[in-house]
């Protein structure tokens, strides 16, 4: 088969699931005709069809709808695309109440197409395949059925939303549904409770709380931020959370993003909680004078943000409403930023590799809404492409889908389960700086403006904190884990010596607890290695006699016995090196 046929041509995996959604719209209304149809897109991992139902889809009616769905690809029925004038579009859509709503809000002269499959037909603008026979009905599985608010707006109908994926082949789904179930059990919001990390609570939705063992792994992940950007170059700077409505209408935020900003008044005026850092990081810059030599001026920020999001599109730590953003921006002249450019993505190559996370880089070019001359944007994104091909890297094209300021560079992360997660980002800005009339003096003495570069490398604390957790499955790294090693004594005369082993690791700096219950070894090693501590040291009657401790590792096993000194050197070389296991 032509590779062009394959799924790994994105556009022919998107036409094989959309093709897929309308087999299971037609499976669903040839077992409840009496449901209405909504929408039912192909997405990244699958499609679904909103639903509206006089009853609750259950699972096994969902195995009942597969079922009827691997009959119709049997069947081999050609899908059929014609068009027709508004007035019969409506009339052949009179019982779909949703479709009547989307043809309404088409624009007179559109082109208004339908598919028919047999004896269905559905609005769509296409494109399929030219028959449900393509599809494999042995590899089709319908894996959840949520509720959806009608074109996400929470005021109106509620549906539902089933879920469905499909393969070319049975192993490829059996394969992708293997990979979903360790997903579950990687869950971060699981994880997170399990193992005592963080919360969220009904009275905060979308505001994370941080409990004591996940403010360790927080502050050691800080720490090692500031550790790395202290070596980049960097300072660090805090702004205010709250600041007054004319910054945020002179940055653009307030006629552009008030409606996910949380606003108040104080002494009759209004001011907004910042959903960004950079508006405050422009006025750190203005508050002195600068000389070209100043530059490049390096500024990070580890800023604590709010933005309204909607309750539905929640999700533990992945989607919040306040979150810390790892910002940086570097003020520059425009012929050092390539240079900059270069030195960003060697911090991002550092950091992202300390965590066995691999990326590709994504290139997004100048949209149609977009501010400044064409010739600095042309130069500006020619600086991005340049800077990462000779750095020997790789790179894909975004056409179009740059800040409506500047082209950028997104850095989209691969987990250990093939999953992408988009964190880090390089963004250049002509217009802030302009906006806020930024300057410094060039050699030659006169006022000139510099250009600017956003960009984080974590994302979010939160996000990032959420996505390795499951890319570790809560088995983080020994520098990174809350607890690094468990004392486990053997026996009541063991105690005072695990006390004594404890309190010198402490003393050296290591997180270490001491398990001093009556319970039997086994469990306390069981119990252990469901918290996922890195290390448990066994000491017994014999290591109090010979002044040993005996290690055991989460995934190795039995160390052997070894002197203190011994296995403190072992656990310095592991956290000093940072290694992943």
Known sequence: MSSEFTFENEQYRKTYWHTCSHIMAQAIK????????????AIDEGWYYDIDAPFNFTPEMLTEIE???????????????????????????????YKIELINDLPEDAVISFYKQGEFTDLCAGPHLDSTGRVKGNAIKLTACNSA????????QVLQRIYGVAYPKKAEL????????????????????????????????????????????RNTLIDYWREVHKRYGYVEISTPMILNRSLWERSGHWDHYKE??????????????KPMNCPGGMLVYKSEPHSYRDLPLRVGELGLVHRHELSGALHGLFRVRCFTQDDAHIFMTWDQMKDEI??????????????GLTYQIEVSTMPEDHMGDVKDWDFATETLKQAVTEMGKDFVVNEGDGAFYGPKLDFHLADCLGRTWQCGTIQLDMQLPERFELEYTGADGEKHRPVMIHRVVLGSIERFIGIITEHFAGAFPTWLSPVQVKVLPVTDRASDY?????????????????????EKLGYKIRQARNERVPYMLIVGDKDVENQTVSPRHRTDGDLGAMSYDEFAALLKEVVDSKAMK
């Open 149 to 156: 608010y009608w074109r996400g707006d929470s005021s109106r």
């Open 498 to 518: 695990a006390d004594q082993v404890a309190a010198k690791l402490d003393k050296s700096g290591y997180r270490v607890e001491v398990d001093h219950r009556s």
């Open 67 to 97: 079922g009827e769905m691997r009959k119709i690809c049997k069947e081999k029925l050609k899908l059929e695309r014609f068009e027709l004038p508004r007035e019969d579009a409506l009339a052949l859509m009179a019982d779909e109440p």
């Open 342 to 355: 270069k030195n960003v993505v060697r911090l991002f190559d550092e950091v992202y590799s300390v965590f």
């Open 174 to 217: 059996d394969e992708y549904l293997q990979r979903i179930e360790e997903a579950k059990k990687r869950d971060h919001r699981k994880l997170g409770k399990e193992l005592g990390l963080y919360m969220l609570t009904d009275e905060g939705p979308g505001f994370p709380f941080f409990l004591p063992k996940g403010m360790v792994l």
């Open 30 to 41: 040839r077992l409840h005709p009496e449901v209405k149809l909504a929408i039912g897109p």
């Open 260 to 273: 996910n900003m949380y606003t108040t008044v104080i002494d009759g005026e209004d001011y907004a909680i």
